[in-house]
């Protein structure tokens, strides 16, 4: 199962305006925002990730709202953080 799951912008790619990193659940991730180019982001904001693509931004609230729904899930939301960190930058 693939879930769209919240990550906190945490640094820009300089080089790339269509680049960004995302903090999912302690997982540090390189992903797309181009989608959302429109949206003003900057560090801090929250976007509901999905297969490497930030979909949408999402307020603080509705980010911890979802994670700790995704964390009811069990074993689908252990498997995609798992996902996660074979693919973690630092």
Not at 22 to 36: E, F, K, P, T
Not at 48 to 73: C, N, P, R, T
């Amino acid at each position: 199962m693939c879930l769209g799951i919240p990550g906190e912008l945490v640094a820009a790619d300089a080089d790339n305006a269509d680049l960004a990193v995302v903090d999912v659940a302690g997982v540090r991730r390189r992903i797309n925002v181009g989608l959302l180019a429109d949206e003003d982001l900057k560090i801090g904001d929250w976007v509901l990730v999905h297969v490497g693509f930030a979909l949408s931004k999402i307020s603080e609230e509705e980010a911890q709202a979802v994670l700790d729904y995704l964390e009811g899930l069990g074993p689908a939301y252990d498997d995609e953080l798992d996902a996660l960190r074979q693919s973690d930058i630092t």
